[in-house]
């Protein structure tokens, strides 16, 4: 497996293979998400329902690794994370259904030319349908980082959340864990209306906005602290919003990534 981890490795691929140039953007939803408080994660985070799926790539590839992006946001004190993002369960409140309907285990991904069984490095609780439920207590049985499973986390969201209110789940995994695996079970205690779909990030790129302008901020790929993901085929990429209380939460994404053999 390809590891693209110096300049040379960039140009090398881009001359064996031409490099993926995308535009994407998002507008605004229009509507700012309902904060979270101390049982439900803390902060007010809001998921963009506009999202991006890596594209087919030619034989003897497996993907791209993203070595430019630049994100553009609306001014504000808040934070932005672009990210592959990995379905793992849906809850429908009425009926307190289950569903692992399109849900996927966390992926193995080469890190460092070895192949690595990951977890969520943030997970979220998204409301995908505004809910009808007075302060319901949110139970996810999952698999931890470490592949033990029947694991718990327990969250009480707040009344009525919004569509794309996004509550975090870390700080109320079990003593100990510090990410996702697989999900196996989500339940609610009361509602009667809404879906709830818990997601598993692994971060591309990460910023905070602190003035009242438009930011953009450029990914340097070979500078992170965290591992630089493969993007591969039908993966798909998402924006969250932290801390955002605002209604204007547009962006505007250029990618640009190298192939992978």
């Not at 902060?43 to 329902?49: A, D, F, K, T, V």
């Not at 996927?104 to 991904?109: D, F, Q, Y």
Request: with cysteine; charged share 10%.
């Amino acid at each position: 497996m390809a590891v693209i981890d110096s300049i040379d490795q960039i140009y090398a691929s881009i001359a064996a293979n031409e490099p993926l140039n995308r535009l994407w953007t998002g507008g605004s939803t229009g509507v700012a998400p309902t904060a979270g408080n101390s049982t439900s994660g803390y902060s007010q985070n809001l998921r963009h329902p506009s999202v991006w799926t890596m594209p087919s790539v030619g034989g003897g590839l497996t993907g791209m690794y993203a070595t430019a992006c630049n994100i553009w946001c609306p001014g504000g004190a808040y934070t932005a994370i672009l990210a592959l993002e990995y379905l793992l369960g849906t809850l429908t409140v009425s009926g307190n259904v289950f569903s692992s309907t399109g849900a996927v285990s966390m992926p193995t991904k080469p890190v460092k030319g070895s192949s690595i069984v990951t977890s969520s490095m943030l997970t979220f609780a998204v409301v995908t349908t505004a809910l009808t439920a007075t302060t319901p207590v949110l139970t996810t049985t999952y698999t931890d980082q470490d592949g033990n499973g029947s694991q718990s986390c327990v969250m009480t969201l707040p009344t009525n959340p919004v569509t794309n209110s996004a509550y975090r789940m870390q700080p109320h995994l079990a003593a100990g864990d510090t990410g996702v695996r697989a999900v196996s079970n989500i339940s609610i205690s009361t509602g009667s209306a809404g879906v709830i779909k818990i997601y598993g990030l692994l971060p591309i790129q990460e910023f905070s906005i602190d003035t009242t302008v438009n930011r953009h901020s450029n990914l340097q790929p070979l500078k992170q602290s965290r591992p630089q993901w493969l993007i591969e085929p039908a993966e798909t990429l998402a924006m969250y919003f932290g801390e955002i209380a605002t209604a204007n939460n547009q962006h505007m994404v250029q990618l640009t990534g190298v192939a992978a053999s």
